[in-house]
């Protein structure tokens, strides 16, 4: 029996179908089991099996999780996007804007915003993933979860976000901001 269409809801603004998909190939690929890769990625099974089916709209602290465990760029959900997808974490909403890759590593930019009054805790990426953020308005705290750093409008933060990481942004004023992403070639 067909599961019906999720309901819209913040996480990812790409069909979850195909994002499931991806999933589902990239674990198989791998020979993790749907149970391994939800205790790896720290989601529940119930979960990372509705994002498999489709049927779950994930955060984007979700699928990063998942991403990690897999040793993939996020963008490797994808299929060809034809759009700008958005996702949409507790406090972070970040745009593609590009994929683009050299000998060395895979990139993706994306313009970032992050609201106030929340801190989003985001999982461990891959082993020697770079994260590099360009301020642009507010006043944006982020890093490694134990050491954030702070960039005012204008100001450049850099870490290794293979740790949990964070975003907050200090004050009453939404950032604004982009995010470049750098994975490197295993």
């Known amino acids: 029996m067909p599961h019906p269409p999720p309901e819209p809801r913040p996480g990812l603004d790409v069909d979850p179908a195909v994002v499931g998909r991806r999933v589902r190939a990239l674990r198989e690929e791998r020979g993790l089991s749907l149970s391994t890769l939800a205790r790896l990625a720290g989601v529940g099974k119930a979960t990372l099996s509705g994002l498999e089916h489709g049927t779950r709209n994930p955060t984007l602290e979700t699928l990063w999780a998942v991403t990690a465990q897999l040793g993939v760029p996020f963008t490797a959900l994808l299929a060809e996007p034809t759009a700008e997808p958005t996702v949409h974490g507790t406090a972070v909403t970040a745009?593609?804007?590009?994929?683009?890759?050299?000998?060395?590593?895979?990139?993706?930019?994306?313009?970032?915003?992050?609201?106030?009054?929340?801190?989003?805790?985001?999982?461990?990426?891959?082993?020697?993933?770079?994260?590099?953020?360009?301020v642009f308005?507010?006043?944006?705290?982020?890093?490694?979860?134990?050491?954030?750093?702070?960039?005012?409008?204008?100001?450049?933060?850099?870490?290794?976000?293979?740790?949990?990481?964070?975003?907050?942004?200090?004050?009453?004023?939404?950032?604004?901001?982009?995010?470049?992403l750098r994975y490197p070639r295993r």
């Open 95 to 134: 745009t593609l804007l590009e994929v683009f890759t050299d000998t060395d590593a895979t990139y993706e930019l994306y313009r970032m915003r992050v609201a106030p009054g929340v801190t989003q805790l985001s999982p461990a990426h891959a082993p020697g993933v770079t994260e590099h953020v360009t």
């Open 137 to 180: 308005a507010g006043v944006l705290r982020a890093g490694p979860a134990d050491a954030p750093l702070t960039a005012p409008a204008g100001g450049h933060l850099r870490w290794v976000s293979d740790v949990p990481h964070s975003y907050a942004a200090v004050g009453d004023e939404e950032v604004a901001a982009s995010l470049l």
